[in-house]
């Protein structure tokens, strides 16, 4: 059998012991945040990202294990067993593999092959294999004999034999696909013209396009698999086919086995396997493999960006969310400090009426009198109008307190039009909502993001391309790590983030949802397990990131674990009465016989009861000129300080308030060379960018950060 641990172990770069202990505990129940969060100690401080995979990667081997048994007991049913058989199985290490090898012995009835076998000329077929010229003619003159048949039917019957054979040697086989993965290229060729003559079409890129498998950009794969799927392109792998049929000629006929009657059998039937099977078999292998990366590759760009969006600095206080609009009007919505909208209103600041100027103004200032400090301005339809009315308004009127942010609308209505929405807001309106969800999204954006569906929300490239449930898998997995990481306030989060929380369940939150409402609030951790659906199990999974504030405890507001309140209390005990640090620490190391991080972890939570992991990071500042309405309105060489929205491998796309984003290419970032563009820019991130082309024909605009370079006007 595999020693699963020992594989996990080399592919994640960590101790054996490591695996088997986090298996442990995955196996007895906890969840992988509790992990990450409160077994550090047994698991050697592994990240959230890496127990995930490892947990991913253990079970995927041990359903391969599984799998094993299973065509074991196939192939003895088949009669076929043998102790090298057994031995070839158990072998394998991946999956698609150990199927092909099981296909080999799964009876085929009506195939030449078993036809011939049923006459008796499997004997022929060996001697082939065997290169053994006089024991194949000695062979098949006695079976002529014995049972009455031609030569002509005994060679092709055995020819048959050998080359059913050959079709599902994976040894063989694996020879010639890694051949052709390692050497092999993609010709890709445009084959439809989808628009009119005159216009830019989307695949003209590929139109006659060539590169090493190797060299292949991630990107490029699920562009040009869409291609193909949508019957724009044809895409074929191109192999050296001579070279890998004579190498596996080689590899089962010696040279000086070459020119005999058998050597030229077996030579013949590789070589006609190859170009019948293995090649169309492997050119879909290899189709599938840089696929299968380019969407693992994709999935890992989309959970960094939402990553980076959903862990955006949240900003305190009452804002002003503003949703704009032309026909339909604009839409306030006031917030207070807890996210409870205090007053909503339509106003027409674009208008050319002089009372729907007057009505607008007057709404701006009852909201800045309430106390908004901050506006988050819809990024959608007539957004920089609305940016100028504002900024107008604030200058005509000496404002210099109060500042704007533009927020991306990406998803505010699909929330707003929501059940959700409707259960939340009962009494009013999608156009309310979305003005609320957007003041919302600046105040606390994970709170709000976390209701959406996170393939909504406009930072993901290439999301539609990426089959099945991976991409849903991994995102789900991010939010789960955003709001585990930052904890939540057990008395006043909504659903979606209770049910984001380690070990919860719908009854669970259910059941804290009744106890708030009988019970107005909770006044400490313990509470949570007279909840209807909350196990001591489920109390031990997510106490530990449930704050409640004000409470009867202190300890309840940090992220302290209560199965560590008594460590905690020592610590204030020990704070209390004026000792340092270290002497805390060498007294409770010994003590609880814990770890010196162990301890110095504890020390920092209680000590920061209300800190937010979030709060790292730049101010909020106004981000856009005032004299900018389209893409029409700039001219090369112009400078920008504008957001980034989402992040690709080949560049980050910039959102400078034209109505489009633009892109900074990541050769446009920096003069050296970058490894990870994750590494030096991020979604939400701030930059200052100069125009550097513009293609009227694509509709694209492309940037620069490279303050030096001299742009062409």
Do not use: W
């Not at 047994?42 to 990240?47: K, M, N, P, Q, Y």
């Not at 006089?134 to 006695?142: A, F, P």
């Not at 100027?357 to 908004?372: E, F, P, R, T, V």
């Not at 400078?639 to 959102?655: L, P, Y």
């Amino acid at each position: 059998m595999l020693n699963i641990n020992k594989i996990v172990a080399n592919e994640l770069g960590i101790r054996e012991s490591q695996v088997a202990k986090t298996m442990e505990l995955i196996d007895a129940g906890d969840t992988i945040t509790f992990i990450a969060r409160y077994r550090k100690e047994v698991t050697g401080d592994l990240e959230t990202e890496i127990l995930f995979k490892l947990n991913d990667r253990v079970k995927q081997l041990r359903e391969l294990e599984a799998r094993k048994e299973t065509v074991i007991r196939q192939i003895e049913k088949f009669g076929k067993l043998t102790p090298e058989v057994v031995a070839k199985v158990r072998s394998f290490t991946i999956k698609a593999r150990l199927d092909e090898y099981y296909e080999g012995f799964i009876p085929r009835e009506d195939s030449q092959g078993t036809k011939a076998i049923a006459l008796g000329l499997q004997p022929v077929a060996d001697a082939i294999k065997k290169l053994d010229d006089e024991l194949y003619e000695s062979t098949i003159v006695k079976i002529m004999v014995e049972k009455n048949l031609s030569r002509t039917t005994c060679e092709s019957g055995a020819r048959h034999i050998v080359y059913e054979e050959l079709e599902f040697d994976t040894d063989l086989k694996d020879i010639a696909y890694e051949l052709s993965s390692n050497r092999c290229s993609i010709e890709v060729r445009k084959i439809n013209k989808r628009n009119k003559a005159d216009e830019v079409d989307t695949y003209d890129m590929y139109s006659d396009f060539t590169s090493d498998i190797k060299k292949l950009k991630p990107h490029n794969t699920l562009a040009i698999l869409r291609g193909v799927r949508e019957k724009q392109l044809n895409m074929e792998i191109v192999v050296d086919d001579n070279t890998i049929i004579n190498r596996l000629i080689s590899n089962r006929v010696k040279a000086n086995r070459l020119e005999t009657i058998t050597g030229k059998e077996l030579a013949k039937l590789i070589s006609l396997v190859y170009m019948n099977v293995y090649k169309g078999k492997i050119a879909s292998e290899i189709k599938k493999k840089i696929g299968d990366i380019a969407e693992e590759r994709a999935v890992d760009v989309f959970a960094k960006n939402l990553y980076s969006l959903l862990m955006q600095k949240p900003v305190k206080g009452k804002i002003l969310g503003i949703d704009p609009g032309i026909r339909t009007g604009t839409k306030l919505a006031l917030i207070d400090e807890n996210g409870v909208p205090m007053s909503t209103a339509i106003i027409k600041p674009l208008s050319k009426n002089k009372a729907d100027l007057d009505k607008a103004n007057l709404a701006l200032s009852q909201c800045i009198g309430a106390g908004a400090k901050v506006f988050a301005i819809g990024n959608g339809t007539a957004s920089k109008e609305n940016v100028n009315y504002v900024t107008a308004y604030l200058k005509e009127n000496n404002i210099k307190d109060v500042n704007y942010v533009v927020v991306s609308e990406a998803g505010a209505s699909i929330y707003s039009t929501s059940e959700t929405a409707k259960k939340e807001f009962p009494n009013l309106d999608e156009y309310q909502i979305s003005s609320i969800t957007i003041a919302r999204r600046l105040q606390d954006p994970l709170a709000e993001l976390v209701k959406l569906d996170p393939k909504t929300l406009g930072v993901g490239q290439y999301q539609h391309d990426i089959k099945g449930k991976k991409l849903d898998l991994e995102l789900n997995r991010v939010v789960e790590t955003c709001v585990n990481r930052v904890g939540v306030n057990l008395n006043t989060a909504s659903p979606h983030l209770l049910m984001r929380v380690s070990g919860l369940n719908a009854k669970a939150v259910n059941g804290i949802l009744r106890y708030r409402a009988k019970n107005k609030r909770f006044n400490s951790r313990k509470e949570l397990l007279r909840v209807e659906g909350v196990t001591p199990e489920i109390f031990k999974q997510s106490a530990g990131f449930l704050r409640v504030y004000d409470g009867e405890n202190r300890l309840d507001s940090c992220f302290v674990h209560p199965e560590n309140y008594g460590i905690a209390e020592e610590v204030l005990k020990l704070q209390d009465a004026k000792l340092d640090k270290q002497a805390i620490i060498n007294q409770l190391t010994k003590k609880f016989n814990v770890s010196r991080e162990f301890v110095l972890d504890i020390i920092s939570s209680v000590n920061a009861p209300m800190y937010d992991v979030r709060q790292e990071g730049k101010p909020i500042e106004p981000i856009f000129r005032n004299d900018v309405i389209s893409a029409k309105d700039i001219n090369i060489g112009d400078k920008f300080t504008g957001t980034v929205r989402s992040v690709t491998d080949f560049g980050a796309f910039i959102d400078i308030g034209i109505h489009q984003d633009v892109l900074l290419h990541i050769s446009q970032i920096s003069d050296k060379y970058i490894k990870d563009i994750h590494s030096v820019i991020k979604v939400g991130q701030t930059v200052n960018v100069t125009i550097l082309n513009m293609d009227e024909n694509r509709r694209r605009i492309g940037v620069t950060m490279l303050q030096q370079k001299e742009v062409e006007k």
